[in-house]
C-alpha cells in the first residue's frame, strides 16, 4: 500500500518552465509554482517590511493565513503570493 497523502511531485518531463518579473529581476518559474514559492526558489526572502518597525517580512504560513506575503502582480496590488499561481511573463512588483 502507498501513501497517496503527499505532495504531488513536479512535472518536468517536458515542460521547461517559463520566467515572471519581480521588481525588474527575471526570475525562472516550474509549471505550477505560485509567486510566492518562485520567489523563495530564486533566492528572494523578503519583499515588504512592517509599517512601523521596517521589520523584513516575506513567506511565512505559506497557505494564506498571515498576510506577510502580499505583493502587486499585473497591477493588482495586496495579492498573496503564497496563493497566486504564477503565469508567463507575469509582473510583480513588491513594497
Known amino acids: 500500500m502507498t501513501d497517496e497523502t503527499g505532495p504531488a511531485p513536479l512535472d518536468r518531463t517536458g515542460d521547461a518552465g517559463f520566467h515572471l518579473t519581480v521588481d525588474g529581476r527575471r526570475i525562472p518559474v516550474e509549471p505550477g509554482q505560485t509567486v510566492g514559492a518562485a520567489m523563495l526558489a530564486a533566492g528572494i526572502r523578503s519583499w515588504r517590511t512592517t509599517r512601523f518597525a521596517g521589520r523584513p517580512r516575506g513567506l511565512f504560513c505559506g497557505i494564506g493565513v498571515c498576510f506577510d506575503c502580499l505583493v502587486t502582480v499585473d497591477g493588482?496590488?495586496?495579492l498573496r503570493a503564497c496563493l497566486v499561481t504564477a503565469r508567463p511573463d507575469?509582473?510583480?512588483?513588491t513594497s
Open 76 to 78: 493588482t496590488p495586496s
Open 90 to 93: 507575469d509582473e510583480v512588483t
